[in-house]
């Protein structure tokens, strides 16, 4: 099979074998539950394949030419597969979670096929090379979202799915607005077409500004940061996988893939950016030290340490860009680690007000050992892989010349460990404030194995860091052009 092939089936195969979920539960939900860990592990299994060819350094792409300057096109470089495979992974153990947290639930036939769906629109916006395809893929993602952020239909989650929906949609149609001003001044939606006709610092700052308005809204960033706490109605997994395997790093990948491949913005710009993720670092940080609900206070967390990927990203250097690459892969695994563990604390106390729990080191052992360990990676604490990434960002920062801003976010990162710890000691260590049955669940039930496995992925990858920066140094020196 054709790298090519392997390229477009990576795309196809969670987006239209994703539809047959519904009608597979209709007749077996065994058979429509496995068949949806299927596509997922195949759509990661798939990106493997790639692997050997992508991470030597080639780039794959195809190619399929369309009337008036819609070509589809998939490119799959370093950047764009190392994401791909994080996502693809981490929604697949989301998957085998919800075997066992939505068991009881309705509406379950659509919620397996819009978890798909929505991995192979994410899997669209990695791979497409030409805005408009782009978009498309990215108001997918929007749709999904909107109907599993509202999945338990009761008026106020739906009021809250429509609030995400609306911010979001809202950001993306001023983004539509960009890239259609971007591609008038270059004469083109492909990607390479813009890079070559559009000179560094070039671009038009309202192009800029409309783009960054729908990657901003998407992933949360202040002032479109409001509703992803919202959205922690939705069932757990749903707010793992929006938080921690695809929506809000749709924003990230794409402001990378933008404004670092494809056109370069001005000075002032760049500075704009570095204020506005600042705000949204310690605002949402500031959020998450008063919280008392415990997938709101993971939530802030997700828009407070989104910022450091942005700083990375916006940096502009190689160091700081392989930082926040691998830190991409860091926080989902940990973030995804901490809203299933999340889902669990719920099931057992029954609620998610922190103060209202205690104790539950010894009532969920396992959940406290894995929620411990992807903890310490999202506050960057060695040797977790979360520090070294950090550090790496933070790093690059300060060598590409912005040290004031290394100072604020190092000083944002020590806000991290507050709430962090905030949370864990009331939940965990506190006195228990009711009365809570030790679980007696295996180890090996989905829910338990699910963290676990996340919680070990987190160490795992802090161990091999070393190993992971040859992928990163690669995607960066692609990205800004150098070959070795």
């Known amino acids: 099979m054709s790298n090519e092939i392997l390229l477009i089936l990576i795309v196809a195969v969670p987006v239209l074998f994703s539809s047959l979920l519904p009608v597979i539960g209709q007749f077996s939900v065994k058979a429509r539950n496995i068949s949806a860990l299927s596509l997922a592990l195949i759509t990661f299994i798939l990106g493997l394949f790639l692997a050997p060819s992508v991470f ?96 338990f239909r009761k008026e106020d989650y739906v009021r809250r799915a429509n609030k ?31 890079h070559t006709a559009i000179a560094p610092g070039t671009v038009k700052n309202i192009t800029v500004i409309l783009i960054l308005c729908g990657i901003f809204a998407k992933s949360a960033t202040f002032p479109f940061h409001t509703w992803l706490a919202d959205a922690g109605v939705a069932p757990s997994p749903v707010t793992a996988l929006l938080h921690a395997a695809v ?46 609900d415990i997938k709101r206070i993971i939530a802030f967390s997700t828009v407070s340490q989104l910022a450091f990927i942005f700083l990375g990203f916006a940096a502009g250097t190689r160091l700081a860009f392989a930082g926040s690459m691998l830190f991409i ?41 894995a929620f411990l360990l992807c903890m310490m990676s999202v506050i960057g604490i060695p040797p977790t892989g ?15 010349g912005y040290i004031g801003v290394a100072v604020v976010f190092t000083a944002a990162a020590t806000l991290t460990i507050l709430y962090m710890l905030r949370v ?54 692609q990205m800004f052009g150098i070959v070795k």
């Open 386 to 400: 979360g520090f070294f990434s950090k550090f790496m960002v933070i790093t690059g920062a300060a060598d590409a």
């Open 56 to 151: 030597a350094g080639n780039i794959v792409s195809f190619y399929y030419d369309l009337p008036l300057g819609l070509n589809f096109i998939l490119k799959a470089d370093a950047f764009a597969l190392f994401c791909a495979l994080v996502s693809s992974l981490v929604s697949a153990i989301i998957v085998f979670y919800s075997f066992e947290y939505i068991d009881s639930y309705k509406n379950q036939n659509e919620y397996y096929f819009t978890v798909l769906l929505f991995l192979g629109s994410m899997m669209g916006i990695i791979f497409s090379a030409n805005l408009i395809f782009l978009y498309i893929f990215w108001e997918m993602t929007a749709i999904a979202s909107w109907r599993l952020i509202g999945f």
């Open 164 to 194: 995400a929906f609306m911010v979001t949609a809202g950001g993306a149609f001023l983004m539509l607005a960009g890239f259609i001003m971007l591609a008038e001044q270059a004469g083109s939606f492909d990607f390479a077409a813009i």
């Open 247 to 292: 929506l809000v790093k749709i924003g990230v990948y794409v402001y990378a893939r933008l404004f670092n491949g494809v056109i370069i913005p001005s000075e002032t710009i760049k500075i704009t950016v570095f204020v506005i993720i600042a705000l949204s670092a310690f605002i949402a940080g500031g959020a998450a030290l008063i919280e008392k």
């Open 329 to 369: 892969l860091m926080h989902s695994v940990a973030k995804a680690g901490l809203f299933l563990s999340a889902g669990i604390i719920e099931h057992k106390t029954h609620t998610k007000d922190i103060t209202k729990m205690g104790g539950l080191s010894k009532v969920i052992p396992v959940t406290y050992i």
């Open 424 to 477: 864990f000691y009331k939940v965990f260590l506190a006195e228990p404030v009711g009365s809570f049955e030790t679980d007696k669940s295996s180890v090996w039930s989905p829910m338990n194995l699910s963290v676990v496995l996340l919680a070990a992925i987190s160490l795992i990858c802090g161990l091999a860091f070393g190993k992971l920066t040859f992928i990163a140094e690669l995607a960066a020196n």
